[in-house]
């Protein structure tokens, strides 16, 4: 924890941009019937009965000192997904970066041995050295701002039926481009000092 929150007050630098990376998955709910669009006096109605076509795998990175977000969908979160996500952040997101460092949680397709396992190893070693990693703690998801932006992406697009990667990709992708013109960022307050006072319990016991 203490950690993730020294890289946090850290001022922004270009050359090492700080980006918080996190996933979630969407269900694709298609319509049976047309729905019935609003009118005045009237809402619009969607019929009760849906059909499922599957579910849709998102990667969010968010860069909270610069305001900029990226949503990638894709239709599996396997290691290679993975990999393939992070190597478009380095060579197309911040391609001038000396390092980026990379906030994430510890699942078990998010690290070096995925970009491994999906690139050859010299490719691999190549995008390794571009990244600082720090891994949030267990249970301390509330400590990576990418979950945050997750948050108003499910309020302001995803809860609604969606019902297919095409049409969720380019939902998304407007609600990215809206979110990033606005340049909403992050002012973290939280700190160690902080942290050792409102979580102490959480702090082992030392006597004598």
Known sequence: MEDVLDVYTR???????????DETSKQLVGETRAPVPGAPGR????????????VANLFMFFEP???????????????????????ELVDEGYPQADKIVLVMDQLNTHGPASLYEAFPPAEAKRLVD?????????????LNMAETEF?????????????????????????ELDRNAGTAKVNWRFTT??????????????DG
């Open 11 to 21: 001022p922004y630098d270009p050359q090492r941009p700080q980006v918080c990376m």
């Open 130 to 142: 571009k990244l600082e990693i720090h891994h949030t703690p267990k249970h301390g998801s509330w």
């Open 65 to 87: 000192l610069a305001g900029q977000r990226r949503v990638k969908v894709t239709e599996h979160r396997t290691r290679i997904e993975w990999a393939q996500a992070v190597r």
């Open 43 to 54: 809402p619009a109605c969607h019929d009760y009965e849906y059909v499922r076509n599957g």
């Open 193 to 206: 000092a902080d942290a050792r006072i409102k979580l102490r319990k959480l702090y082992p016991s030392l």
């Open 151 to 175: 948050a108003v992406l499910g309020r302001q697009c995803l809860d609604r039926r969606i019902g297919n990667a095409e049409s969720l990709r380019h939902e998304v992708g407007a609600w």
